[in-house]
């Protein structure tokens, strides 16, 4: 595959490294949590636990409890889960524990590649500091008694790994790293998952019983959507079960999605209440202002049925990764939100802190003579329990963006209480596709809108042949069988997402077109591609 001797001098280097981390010794475990695993039985009752089956005995499933049992012995882990089998809490007990076993000079450190979601990932952990890769060089006191935990491993590219090993050098730290490689792949040059998993010298156990969905079905075919083998059995069952829409073009796919999205959000409030319905969301492999127009249809939907009304509040968002992209959104009651940067606020005397990527329903506002005095009551949607926060200055409002819809990396790690809905776009992945498939908490299911003329687009050609023949063709079972078959691709199988991946120089570029503007077609532009002499 290409590469440079650079980037393998560098990988040798990044696993060499880490490598003589995993050497160093432990401290011996104190009698208080000698008992390993379970003796954190306790965390259960946290709030990441609510959606997951424990077993009484362990606060644990096997797997989680055998993974955690082999991540506490050893400095540097690598553990593999499937899509909703409860990571993030392993990694929180591991957190745990490491404290317990240094309680006056550990420090734990929550890294991953996206600044949204390594501040999620921080707080869900109880990480001390949540830092993306390229701010690690702002780090102090970094020894032996830190530990970094990894969020989504096989999403770090060798040059971000790089950075870390180049701050902590010979301090020998911990490392934990989780994640699956079925889902989101390395974003940028290189992807070390198998090399730091047998540097680590850990066999930790997959964690692989599905806990996020509770249709036992409907989690086999999450686990078929992780096999390129088994893929057109998944979406024969999903189109048996009606969770396929098929329509003719990409207008109509975003209309379907909106009329799928309108009616889980009335079946997730029914069943689950107001802040379930705010769950409902449209996920697309779409630019800035595709999901920020499809995220303004559906709130004009919602203002034509009543369900918001008074007085708008004004703001303009900014893209925190794009400054050069802005986007003004007339914000009402009931609106649903997500906030896009960290900030914290004071209620009754305590701190709360917002990170960025949780998503809040607005219950109230006011809006003032001048901007500086608009003000809004939110309610942040956490799953140990809402928070009812009010928001008055204008850089708070700021870090608002109106969420009906969002990207499909967005939403990896998140579960979902009412129906999320899909829109297929000709760049899916096994990867991508695996990730949004797999979002459905409880009973919910992704339904998947796919547009015909992307999937067949000589469908009428075809047909005009069939018809040629005294024939009729069936275009839904063409259109299924197109959609199996993309589904098969894995990320490899994509030249341009492969080309930039694997030598981390090639650029994908966006005119980014707007679905409620003429659309612009995009480019894609690589360069520098070179083969290992």
């Excluded at 306790?42 to 636990?49: F, Q």
């Excluded at 198998?194 to 686990?223: C, H």
């Excluded at 649903?336 to 109230?364: C, E, H, P």
């Excluded at 030249?495 to 612009?520: C, D, F, W, Y």
Aim: proline share 4%.
């Amino acid at each position: 595959s290409l590469t440079t001797q650079t980037q393998l001098a560098t990988e040798r280097a990044v696993v060499g490294t880490v490598g003589e981390w995993a050497k160093a010794p432990l401290p011996a475990p104190s009698p208080k949590f000698a008992a390993s695993a379970f003796a954190l039985k306790a965390l259960a009752d946290n709030a990441l636990a609510d959606e997951y089956d424990y077993d009484p005995e362990t606060g644990l499933s096997r797997d989680q409890a055998a993974a955690l049992g082999a991540i506490l012995k050893h400095r540097v882990s690598v553990t593999q889960g499937e899509a909703g089998t409860g990571k993030t809490f392993v990694a929180k007990c591991a957190a745990y524990a490491w404290r317990a076993e240094r309680p006056d000079a550990s420090q734990v450190i929550a890294v991953a590649v996206s600044k949204a979601r390594v501040e999620k990932f921080g707080s869900e952990i109880g990480a001390d500091q949540a830092m993306v890769f390229e701010k690690l060089s702002e780090l102090a006191n970094v020894d032996e008694n830190t530990l970094f935990v990894i969020d989504e491993l096989a999403q770090v590219d060798t040059a971000r790994l790089a950075l870390l090993v180049k701050k902590a050098g010979a301090s020998r730290p911990g490392l934990i790293g989780i994640g699956d490689p079925a889902q989101l792949a390395s974003i940028g040059s290189g992807q070390l998952w198998s090399e730091l998993e047998e540097a680590s010298g850990a066999k930790v156990p997959a964690i692989t019983t599905i806990q996020r969905t509770k249709d036992p079905v409907y989690g086999q075919v999450w686990k078929q959507l992780r096999d390129p083998k088994q893929v057109r059995d998944a979406v024969a069952w999903l189109d048996k079960e009606n969770l396929v829409t098929l329509v003719a073009s990409k207008d109509d796919a975003i209309q379907a999605a909106l009329d799928l999205w309108e009616a889980s959000r009335a079946r997730a409030a029914k069943a689950h209440g107001k802040e379930a319905a705010a769950q409902a969301r449209i996920i697309a492999a779409y630019s800035n202002p595709e999901i920020d127009d499809m995220s303004r249809m559906a709130q004009l939907r919602l203002l034509a049925s009543g369900e918001l009304k008074g007085d708008a509040v004004a703001v303009e968002w900014t893209d925190p990764q794009n400054p050069d992209y802005k986007r003004e959104f007339d914000l009402y009651a009931g609106d649903s939100v997500q906030i896009t940067k960290n900030f914290s606020v004071r209620v009754d005397g305590q701190r709360i802190d917002l990170s960025n990527g949780d998503v809040a329903m607005i219950r109230s506002l006011t809006r003032g003579v001048v901007p500086e005095d608009n003000r809004m009551t939110v309610e942040v949607i956490r799953r140990g329990g809402n928070k009812v926060i009010e928001l008055a200055k204008p850089g708070q409002l700021a870090r608002l963006r109106l969420h009906y819809a969002g990207h499909d990396f967005k939403v990896q790690g998140d579960s979902i209480v009412a129906d999320p809905t899909y829109i297929d776009t000709p760049n899916a992945t096994l990867e991508s596709v695996y990730m949004a498939n797999s979002r459905g908490k409880g009973l919910a299911r992704t339904h998947i809108v796919a547009p015909i003329d992307e999937l067949v687009p000589d469908m009428a050609d075809r047909q005009q042949e069939r018809a040629g023949q005294g024939e009729m063709l069936d275009e839904h079972s063409e259109a299924i069988e197109a959609l199996g078959k993309r589904w098969m691709r894995t990320i490899d199988d994509v030249p341009a997402i492969t080309l930039a991946r694997q030598v981390g120089i090639g650029q994908v570029k966006s005119a980014e077109p707007s679905i409620m503007r003429p659309q612009v077609q995009r480019k894609v532009e690589m360069r520098g591609l070179s083969r290992a002499a």
